[in-house]
């Protein structure tokens, strides 16, 4: 089989592909020989591989959307290193070739990709002026937008802890700030964005649902530069130049809330007044900073972390309660050429998540906390065998520590003292092999394999995880696509789904404890309309297996055993996928709407070997409170003039359920005591589902360009209309009077239902600079 995909090839111009004015390597840039119909795009390291045929010259173009094209005429004799700078401007060859444009959408076999640029993400209108690359994409179909305050992402029927999140190829394992409201990812200092919601790739592994790959721009290696930002919450620097010209670069960049700093002198200056409740302490602050070194014309060195901290805190005369949680990432990356069709990256990631709580009363503290630490070393090769073959293959090692419910708690005497945890250490591993073949001008197939592997606590799971998509074009405009992924997943988030505060478990594949897994297939079809407009439409039917949930009452914190809290059951999701999308011209945006369902069964209780015991009560066929039935985005930016551009996103979702009592009953003490109760009933669990979800945002940016740089004000208006959307209910019982005629105990009349809401209308303004 390799004897055929290795067959005598003529000569091959490769290279790297990067922006002219600041040295970024271009993903997905073109590079296209017209006359002969050759072309390849740049990988994600901006490396491209063509083969073409030796005799006459031959005009090869290179292409990027947004950038110049630039045509070469070369005389093919030999293999040939031809590294290209692109830049901005307008196009003025005759030959229009666009990389990432909608007919590569319709040439690529990738389907159920979605991405966003940075320029898209800084125009959506954003809370509070905070521009957020990775909320932005949530705008997309398959991906909920909507849930007031709710914290992760359930992407195609999926949990929150189904989606794998990298960020320069180390996991991020809490991805949110503020209690959900924005994302750890500072715009600014994101190159690309691109997730994928099926038809995984052969390279990725460890989750069922998504993978979210997040890379940093590298630093410009042409000149010192900055950009920036003052909001109403946060502000935030770059800061990015040369260390030596052409050769080496870096880039920090920070951003940190000071809402805190405002409410801390009005607690001060209310500190006196009996009837003021002190605000509590919050805010939020991350870092990112990155250097590379073009080693040789070979190799190139890469060095980059992540740091990232939410602080939440709260005192009074009688407690003190502090509350922080972040991640920090670090990453090592080495990339080498062998040969004009051999290209390497190996990488060494670490990866560190933890939260940690402490409160403190009047005589007695306590710590509660979880943690998981990584370190990853993995290797990734492309081999471009040919036009018709692009070969990947790869192995990766992760050793994962487990910190699980960690708990410190005494008197400040020491007289009482007691602590509470598990620890786990725990080795995952993969390789894979995948080939992307062009079979005909019409059919093109990747096809790959992944082997995964999870070993702890004495017991070792392996498994298969086969992947295939297809493409076959009835047209240069029509396009029919399909695709089939098994999905293994050897961790486990243990955390109430949806919970705003981040009191996040993660709990390995043990002897009791199977890890996850899910079949996903998808097919649908895609349509160029005109020259503008890109149509796609998708199916998709996903089968998950050995899903936890915990039982009614369970104890989370304080358990040795919490296993025993476990039920493991499977479920089912499918559901339909729609959008429209404008990328050309001055209006753009997109449409999107989904249509989905996501159902849970079959749950059982494990005994102590691990078997299914008994099916657990409380656990009949219900549907997780993430399962949406419709979803609607309108997205739309408007170039009123260089100057001006106006934009509004609406947003439509059926409301998500929730878990409500559909009963009461009183418990009370013997006539006289004084004591009476109003107990819920909880029954089939989430039971309800909340009024739908519905928003309108409006955005208006002016730019204006002084000596120094580029600067604008963007005005943001998050729910227009003043839309009160639900965070949660909660009830309340009534009385008549102070006392009714039962012996002394008050009984209520009714239970009344009250919703809370988080955001009104909320305009914000933020003043942005680049030079």
Known sequence: ????????????????????????????????????????????????????????????????????????????????????????????????????????????????????????????????????????????????????????????????????????????YNANHLFGFFSTFNTDAVKDLKIYKGGFPAEYGGRLSSVIDVKLKDGNNQKFAGSGGLGLISSRLTLEGPIQKDKSSFIVSGRRTYVDLLTRQV????????????????????????????????????????????????????????????????????????????????????????????????????????????????????????????????????????????????????????????????????????????????????????????????????????????????????????????????LHLIANAGVALPTDIWYPSTQRVQPQRS?????????????????????????????LQFVDGAQIFVNDELEDEFAVGEGRAYGMEFSIEKKEGRLTGWIGYTLALTRLQNFETLDPNGRFAQESEGFGPFNPIYDRRHDISVVALYELSKRWTASATFVYGSGDLTWLPPGRFTFQDVPGAGFEAVVPDYRERNNFRLPAYHRLDLGLVYKFFPKWGESDLTLSVVNAYDRRNAFFIFFEPEFEGEESNTGGINIPTRIAANQVSLFPILPSLTWNFQF
């Open 1 to 172: 089989m390799l004897a055929f995909f290795l067959q005598a090839q003529d000569v091959t111009i490769s290279g790297t592909i990067k922006d002219g004015e600041n040295g970024e390597d271009l993903i997905g840039a073109t590079v296209a020989v017209p006359e002969l119909g050759l072309g390849t795009s740049s990988n994600a390291y901006g490396f491209y591989s063509l083969s073409v045929p030796t005799g006459d010259t031959l005009k090869v173009v290179f292409s990027y959307v947004g950038f110049q094209s630039q045509a070469f005429t070369l005389l093919p004799r030999q293999d040939t290193t031809f590294n290209i700078n692109l830049t901005t401007g307008v196009q003025l060859d005759e030959v229009v070739v666009k990389a990432n444009s909608f007919q590569e959408q319709i040439n690529s076999t990738e389907m159920s990709v979605e991405a966003i640029t940075t320029r898209e993400a800084k125009l959506v209108p954003v809370l509070l002026g905070e521009s957020d690359i990775l909320k932005t994409i949530q705008l997309k179909p398959g991906i909920p937008s909507g849930s007031e305050g709710r914290t992760g992402l359930f992407v195609r029927g999926g949990a929150q802890d189904q989606n794998l999140i990298v960020l320069d190829e180390a996991v991020v």
């Open 267 to 490: 607690n001060r200056a209310n500190e006196d007044n009996e009837d003021f409740s002190p605000i509590p302490d919050y805010y939020f602050y991350d870092l990112n900073a990155k250097v590379n070194f073009q080693l040789s014309d070979k190799d190139r060195l890469f060095l980059s972390g992540y740091f990232g901290r939410d602080v939440f805190g709260f005192s009074s005369d009688f407690f003190n309660f502090d509350f922080d949680w972040g991640n920090a990432t670090g990453t090592a990356r080495w990339n080498h050429v062998f040969n004009p069709k051999l290209f390497a990256n190996t990488t060494f990631t670490y990866s560190d998540y933890q939260y940690n709580i402490n409160n403190q009363i009047t005589g007695f503290s306590f710590g509660l906390g979880s943690n998981i630490a990584d370190a990853s070393l993995k290797t990734d090769f492309f081999y471009a065998a040919n036009n018709q073959h692009t070969i990947r293959f790869g192995a990766m090692a992760t050793h994962h520590t487990f910190t699980v419910g960690r708990l410190q708690a005494g008197s400040d005497d020491g007289v009482v003292s007691f602590s509470a945890g598990q620890e786990f250490q725990g080795v995952e591993f993969g390789a894979y092999v995948s080939d992307e073949m062009e079979l005909s001008e019409a059919l093109s197939i990747n096809a790959g394999l992944r082997f995964s592997g999870f070993n702890n606590d004495g017991k070792t799971y392996v498994g298969l995880e086969p992947r295939v998509a297809a493409r076959y074009k009835l047209s240069e405009r029509w396009a029919l696509k399909s695709s089939y992924a098994r999905m293994y997943q050897y």
């Open 519 to 547: 079949d996903q297939v998808a097919t649908g079809a895609s349509y160029l309309l005109g020259s503008q407009y890109f149509l796609n439409f998708e199916l998709y039917y996903k089968w998950l297996d050995n899903q």
